[in-house]
């Protein structure tokens, strides 16, 4: 216990940055899904076959590079934007390079949670609007998006918990990070206790999102 404590004294400056660096890559990867997921998301419900926007060939074209960006293991993900990566910050490792892969990830991860969400969404209510004569615009904002709140509130939840996980990943290859941390400390030098501490810490992060995440989703939901 005494050597756990000397530990956590000495290697406290780099878990307190390890800490910033991935609080900043969710953060990034995050907001990337809602500034893109969710418009892309809403896209893909309206124009699938029988909706307010019904497209088969924008609604397949969406669906295909959603699908296949998906497909991709994150860790290939990483190396395949090397270049854009370069390209955009300037430098492949660190945690601004691994938000831009994580970026990426997130936006189709949670425009798929999106669709999903809506699809929830009671028909009658939607087709009260639409024979009430509402806009497709007032439709999405004021009807739709109001009745799924509480689930996409639960989507951005899961997608936080995801890419603390992406994170971690990412550290792996130099993005830094509690996951460059483990590598370094943890497997390279072989100490155990910096390992413990890290997983520790990114138990609490991944239990502090699900609690605000089940509190917030279940004040939204009309349901309840």
């Known amino acids: 216990m005494n050597a756990f404590l000397t530990d956590l004294q000495t290697y406290f400056p780099e878990i307190v ?52 960006v998906r497909s991709f293991p994150f860790i290939i993900l990483l190396v395949a934007l090397i270049p854009l990566t370069r390209l955009i910050v300037g430098t492949t490792i660190g945690p601004l390079a691994a938000s831009v892969s994580m970026s990426i990830a997130a936006i189709p991860f949670f425009a798929r949670l999106v669709e999903q969400s809506l699809r929830e969404v009671p028909k009658g209510i939607v087709e009260a609007a639409v024979a009430a004569g509402a806009s497709p615009w007032h439709i999405v904002t004021k009807v739709m998006l109001s009745e799924s709140r509480s689930g996409l509130v639960s989507g951005l939840t899961v997608t936080t918990i995801s890419f603390i996980s992406y994170s971690a990943m990412a550290g792996a290859v130099g993005g830094g990070g509690i996951g460059d941390l483990a590598v370094r400390y943890g497997y390279y030098r072989f100490e155990t206790s910096v390992m413990i501490i890290c997983i520790v810490i990114l138990v609490v992060m991944v239990q502090l999102v699900q609690w605000l995440g089940n509190r917030i989703a279940k004040t939204l939901d009309k349901r309840g």
């Open 17 to 68: 940055k390890a800490m910033q660096e991935t609080l900043l890559m969710v953060s990034i990867s995050v907001a990337s899904a809602v500034a893109f997921g969710l418009p892309i998301g809403i896209l893909l419900y309206l124009t699938s076959r029988g909706h307010l926007l019904s497209n088969n060939l924008l609604h397949n074209s969406v669906n295909y590079i959603v699908n296949t």
